[in-house]
């Protein structure tokens, strides 16, 4: 069964506010979540921030969709609402400087850097296409790889996109066998991922493949197969890791909801920790919990079940992520190698 990024995103955050409440709440109060649809027409996100005021909460926690997440903080600047980012990995969205709010899961750049590192500086590739999804995700996930291998003289040979949904490629990846890639970088969401890399696979193109970090996912697997074998991606934490705070959380996360966590289960259980020692410290007052959220002395090294959280001074986690490569169905996790020369 296939759970979305939206359900593993609150399965996490519920474990975290039953933790809390196992423990008494704040001061024997419960603490109490407000579950609100980040799915909705342009600017819907802004009316679901309003509610949110309306309800009084006093902090809140989201979201995965990049144009919702944007939408989102403009009403929570007006609103003066404490917000954490536990999903959205777009570069820009810290970069607004809207000071009530900040971000537990490394971004897109981060990744790009850690991708680019590996493919034209490890692996030696100089000629490489993209096949990226054509909505915000793609975009601006690809964006800083695309500047950041131009910058050490390797530009992207062809860019060709696809729809969420789609399931025929052959145009596209037409183009991209014309051009006489040496690999091929593939970035959006699983299912789409794998049914590209089976059609390239069938249209004979034997390149390396390397994907947007999405498919670190069950369903990838599932729909890929074996040919999913040698592919390398990026991951923002070490699933592997043997931290205890992570294998506390990942038994926890099982025995409760019955499936194995993922990214956004992850960093909404770090977030929504945040957000309640941040009340624990404040008190029931927003402004009081912005100013120990956005205080970097008071979370910066905070250890999570994600891992070490260093923030810059945008409030953006940037700690170093890690390399994900799949061999014998299963994903194999490693720290991503240190720059061999300077991006």
Partial sequence: MII???????????????????KGGYRGIPYKMMVHNDVGLWGAAANEVVKMDDEGVWAWLGSIDDIVSHVAIRATLKLEIPMVCTGDPDPTFTETNIPWVIRVIPDDRQSSYALVNYIF??????????????????????????????????????????????????????????????????????????????????????QPVYCGDRIVNPEFLSIAGKLAD?????????????DPKLTAFTSNYKRR?????????????????????????????????????????????????SGKMVFDATWNNVRPIYLAKINNGKFEFSAAPPYQREL
């Fill in 4 to 22: 979305g990024y939206g359900t593993q995103m609150l399965q996490g955050a519920t474990l975290a506010i039953e933790e809390a409440n196992k």
């Fill in 121 to 206: 500086n490890l692996n030696s590739h100089a000629r490489v296409a993209v096949m990226r999804a054509n909505n915000r995700y793609g975009r601006v996930g690809i964006l800083h790889f695309n500047k950041t291998s131009t910058r050490l003289g390797y530009p992207i040979v062809i860019e060709e996109r696809f729809k969420d949904g789609a399931t025929v490629f052959t145009e596209e990846l037409q183009r991209i066998k014309n051009s006489k890639p040496d690999a091929i970088v593939i970035w959006g969401n699983p299912k789409e991922s794998a049914l590209i890399l089976k059609a390239l696979r069938e249209m004979g193109m034997n």
């Fill in 230 to 242: 040698g592919i390398v991606t990026t991951c923002q934490y070490n699933p592997g890791s043997k």
């Fill in 257 to 305: 909801f019955g499936m194995e966590p993922d990214v956004f289960a992850v960093h909404a259980y770090d977030g929504m920790n945040l957000i309640i020692e941040s009340i624990e410290k404040a008190g029931l007052n927003r402004a009081l919990i912005r100013d120990v959220l956005t205080d970097l002395k008071t979370f910066q090294g905070y250890q999570g079940a």
